[in-house]
């Protein structure tokens, strides 16, 4: 007689179907469950209200990831034309106007179904800081025309306003230290140096400043988990633009009709009206008693007389801390890596001094060497650049390497950890991104909760768990074992 397989009996074979299909659908189940969803976008639109102009950036970050930070990305700038918006006080509805080209483009860059969660800023900076200064009502009707400009537009408009020098420079360093991902991971900050049109902003971390000492140069932050006393700074009327109009006021304090000036080409002359020059509350109250209509300015070309020239702004007599930069203003000492953009980065890039290995004095070298080269050659040499800007570069380059060593003290040691870059990881250096991340609370106090396993790793593990559960179910079957491996015994 045939002895019967064990294996065949229809309660084994039940349990057997039963038991795969489980774990099939076990890992089934997980493996669909864990499939990364289609990714879903959100945005945010800054609007970046300079003395010199406006920038309008959009910012992208998956919509599951708000809580989490480290993924948001400019996806797009545009440069509004024209002027900055203080330069419209007297025709405020205009500087509503100027920003419908960036803003139409806006419109088409972020998906519709999005337009009204996406969250639209402007926050303006030194040039709307002076125009509040001097003329705030004049300040007061360029907000509402700006303000009911920004509202016609289907985002979630949040708000026009001035950012305080403090906000500037520590929105700068936030962007910094975000982008280079050194905040999530705790690692070493990097100082932001920022030279604008009408501002500068200089902003770090160092061990020799908690804050009791000029505590109005403190800002402290918790940040994934970690504290941070950041000393920051930001000088009214020290951006480039200002700056070189400080330098010409004074070098025209007597009001004469012509000015010998270091700063510029040999071979430069151009006519400079008095009362353009000295309108800004930076030197307005310079202006020289009955100075001529005109003057004309003639460069010379030199480098040394132009840091000499350029010195006279920074007044380093007086301080009542244990040290400073200038002004009076506490300075702490310098510590670690910094990033230096905007003005800094155009300048420097174009003078190609960006490479800040090499030695101080052979930048000073080369400054020296650009700044003697006359004014017609360079015309020649750089048909494309902007006149107003090629004409500017010798002062800007001095301007710059006077502050950074004779001013902030950087030394021959300390300048090559200076690096002048423009955006990191495609996104621009500037006070926008950390704006947005702080007014969206995308940067947690806290350190998020550590991450998920990634999806593969949990598909593995699903799929191993499900393989000894199958091999463990056959060993639960092995009382039946002998039995199967007995051969037929034939009776
Ligand atoms: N060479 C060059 N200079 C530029 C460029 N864009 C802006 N600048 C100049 O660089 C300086 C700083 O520009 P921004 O960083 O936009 O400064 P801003 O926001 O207008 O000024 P603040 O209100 O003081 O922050 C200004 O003097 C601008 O005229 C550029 O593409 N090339």
Redo the contacts with the bound molecule.
């Keep these: 007689m045939k002895e019967k397989n064990p294996w065949h009996t229809p309660v084994t074979i039940i349990i057997t179907v039963i038991g795969v299909i489980a774990i099939v659908a076990l890992v089934t189940v997980a493996v669909l469950q864990n499939r990364p969803l289609p990714q879903k976008y959100k945005y945010g639109i800054v609007l970046?209200a300079?003395?010199?102009?406006t920038?309008l950036y959009i910012y992208e970050w998956p919509a599951e990831k708000d809580n989490n930070t480290g993924r948001v990305e400019q996806t797009y700038s545009c440069k509004v034309k024209g002027p900055?918006i203080s330069s419209y006080a007297s025709a405020p509805l205009k500087a509503g106007e100027s920003l419908s080209v960036c803003m139409q483009e806006a419109k088409q860059r972020v998906p519709g179904r999005r337009h009204s969660q996406t969250p639209l800023y402007l926050g303006a900076?030194?040039?709307m800081r002076l125009l509040n200064s001097e003329n705030s009502s004049a300040s007061d009707k360029v907000f509402q025309a700006v303000e009911e400009a920004l509202q016609k537009f289907p985002f979630s408009f949040q708000g026009a306003r001035i950012l305080s020098g403090q906000e500037?420079g520590a929105f700068g360093w936030i962007t910094v230290n975000y982008l280079d991902d050194r905040l999530k991971q705790g690692l070493e900050t990097k100082g932001a140096l920022?030279?604008?049109?009408?501002?500068t902003q200089i902003s770090f971390v160092s061990d020799n400043y908690d804050g009791s000492e000029s505590p109005d140069n403190a800002v402290t932050f918790r940040l994934y988990g970690n504290d941070y006393n950041l000393y920051t700074h930001s000088f009214l009327c020290y951006?480039?633009?200002q700056a070189l109009r400080m330098t010409l006021a004074q070098q025209t304090q007597s009001g004469p009709g012509t000015i010998n000036d270091p700063c510029f080409h040999p071979g430069y002359t151009e006519s400079r009206n008095y009362s353009v020059l000295y309108d800004s509350p930076c030197v307005s109250d310079r202006k020289p008693q009955g100075p001529p209509a005109n003057f004309t300015h003639i460069g010379t070309g030199d480098f040394q007389q132009c840091q000499e020239v350029v010195k006279r702004i920074f007044n380093s007599t007086h301080c009542k801390y244990s040290q400073c930069s200038f002004n009076g203003v506490f300075q702490p000492l310098l510590q670690g890596p910094f990033g230096a953009f905007?003005?800094y980065y155009?300048?420097m890039n174009?003078l190609n001094l960006t490479d800040t290995s090499i030695p101080l004095e052979a930048v000073r070298e080369k400054l020296g060497h650009y700044c003697a080269t006359p004014w017609n050659q360079l015309k020649q040499q750089h048909p494309k650049v902007k006149l107003k800007?090629l004409s500017e570069y010798c002062f800007s380059g001095t301007y710059i390497l006077t502050l950074l060593t004779e001013v902030y003290n950087f030394t021959s040691e300390n300048y090559p950890n200076i690096k002048f870059i423009r955006e990191i990881k495609g996104s621009d250096a500037?006070w926008t991104l950390g704006y947005m991340l702080n007014l969206t609370n995308m940067i947690p106090a806290e350190a998020p909760d550590s991450p998920p396993l990634p999806h593969a790793g949990y598909v593995s593990i699903v799929t191993v768990i499900a393989i000894l559960l199958l091999v463990l179910f056959i060993l639960s079957l092995r009382p039946l074992w002998p039995l199967c491996s007995k051969r037929p015994q034939i009776v």
């Design positions: 970046d300079g003395s010199s102009h920038a900055g900076t030194a040039g500037e920022d030279l604008g049109g009408a501002s951006g480039k633009d905007s003005a155009f300048v174009f800007y500037g």
